[in-house]
């Protein structure tokens, strides 16, 4: 019952012309193998302030709500590298420290194999632009951990306009966060798009005992791809820039790591920054 009201919101939009709250926004078609629904997925975290537990909270029950996730929330911190914030196999895992002031409030990183399926995930919340100054409020804090955590399951943006009118939605760029907080209806109908089939083997941790592996691309022979379990800080760990953001920064990056997988990672540029400092 819980989630029924989100496909009864959706009835109202079948009447809307097109519109960047209509717009598909899966990313790329990354999302997590899994050889039935909904998937499972645990998020951990390494998380030292309580202001980013609570954004955490909020975020992870507000995803559970899709009918196609089934997410179970870290209770407490791994006593991992927040740093480092080094990937877990079949799972996510958010983290926060200071990274530095290089240009971004936060990062989503995903690691994919040669089918597009997310084998693990990371988000890294920036303290250096989030302990105090224009950032350091409860609507911006929501807003990239909500969308931070949204890219883990291929989610994509539903508007790069930062200028125009707010959608109601984390997964919309803007210059004021105070009604981008929490997903709305169209997310949960992505999400239900983007898993709408299933696979023959699972990615998450709760299914990777079901033919993972076995399906490595390039037969089982063929070589192992590199071990970067880390998503880094900046461009030069990222990859090759792929797509630029609606300012004309590259926003999202690919390392190839060999043996068809790859490592992808999306950039929350903060506002007249970019990866060469201020935004040209």
Same mark, same amino acid.
């Given at each position: 019952?819980?989630k029924?009201?989100m496909?009864?919101a959706?009835?109202?939009c079948?009447?809307?012309a097109v519109?960047p709250?209509?717009a598909?926004? *899966?990313w790329?078609?990354?999302? #997590?193998?899994?050889?039935?629904?909904p998937?499972?997925?645990?998020i951990?975290?390494?998380?030292?302030?309580?202001?980013w537990?609570t954004? /955490?909270?909020?975020?992870v029950s507000d #995803? %559970?709500?899709?009918?196609?996730?089934s997410?179970t929330? $870290?209770?407490?911190?791994?006593?991992v *590298?927040s740093?480092?914030c080094?990937?877990i196999a079949g799972?996510a895992?958010?983290c926060?420290?200071h990274?530095?002031q290089?240009?971004?409030?936060?990062i989503?990183?995903i690691w994919?194999?040669?089918q597009?399926h997310i084998?693990?995930?990371?988000?890294?919340l920036?303290?250096?632009y /989030?302990?105090?100054? *224009?950032y350091?409020?409860p609507? #911006?804090?929501?807003?990239?951990t909500?969308?931070e955590?949204?890219? %883990? /399951?291929g989610?994509?943006h539903q508007?790069?306009?930062f200028?125009?009118?707010?959608? $109601?939605t984390c997964m919309?760029?803007?210059?004021?966060?105070?009604?981008?907080q929490?997903?709305?209806a169209?997310?949960?109908?992505e999400?239900? %798009?983007i898993?709408?089939?299933?696979? *023959?083997?699972?990615t998450?941790s709760?299914?990777?005992a079901t033919n993972?592996?076995?399906r490595?691309?390039?037969?089982?022979?063929s070589?192992?791809?590199?071990a970067?379990?880390?998503s $880094?800080?900046s461009?030069?760990?990222w990859?090759r820039?792929?797509h630029?953001?609606g300012?004309?920064?590259?926003?999202?990056f690919v390392?190839?790591l060999?043996a068809?997988h790859?490592k992808i990672?999306?950039? /929350? #540029?903060?506002i007249?920054e970019g990866?060469?400092?201020?935004?040209?």
């Amino acid at each position: 019952m819980k989630k029924l009201f989100m496909r009864v919101a959706l009835l109202p939009c079948a009447a809307v012309a097109v519109s960047p709250a209509l717009a598909n926004h *899966s990313w790329g078609n990354y999302h #997590w193998a899994r050889s039935n629904n909904p998937l499972q997925l645990k998020i951990e975290r390494q998380l030292s302030q309580a202001k980013w537990v609570t954004a /955490f909270g909020t975020a992870v029950s507000d #995803w %559970d709500q899709s009918t196609v996730l089934s997410l179970t929330k $870290g209770t407490a911190n791994l006593g991992v *590298s927040s740093k480092k914030c080094t990937a877990i196999a079949g799972k996510a895992l958010v983290c926060n420290d200071h990274y530095g002031q290089r240009g971004w409030l936060g990062i989503a990183s995903i690691w994919a194999d040669g089918q597009s399926h997310i084998t693990k995930a990371t988000t890294k919340l920036n303290d250096s632009y /989030f302990d105090s100054g *224009s950032y350091n409020t409860p609507a #911006w804090i929501a807003l990239v951990t909500c969308q931070e955590i949204g890219h %883990d /399951f291929g989610l994509d943006h539903q508007d790069e306009n930062f200028n125009n009118a707010n959608l $109601g939605t984390c997964m919309d760029y803007t210059n004021s966060p105070g009604t981008n907080q929490h997903p709305n209806a169209h997310d949960y109908e992505e999400l239900g %798009d983007i898993y709408a089939h299933l696979d *023959s083997y699972g990615t998450a941790s709760s299914q990777l005992a079901t033919n993972f592996g076995i399906r490595t691309p390039g037969g089982r022979g063929s070589a192992a791809p590199i071990a970067d379990n880390e998503s $880094g800080d900046s461009p030069a760990e990222w990859g090759r820039a792929v797509h630029t953001d609606g300012l004309g920064r590259p926003d999202v990056f690919v390392k190839d790591l060999g043996a068809d997988h790859k490592k992808i990672t999306h950039v /929350f #540029w903060a506002i007249g920054e970019g990866p060469r400092g201020k935004a040209e």
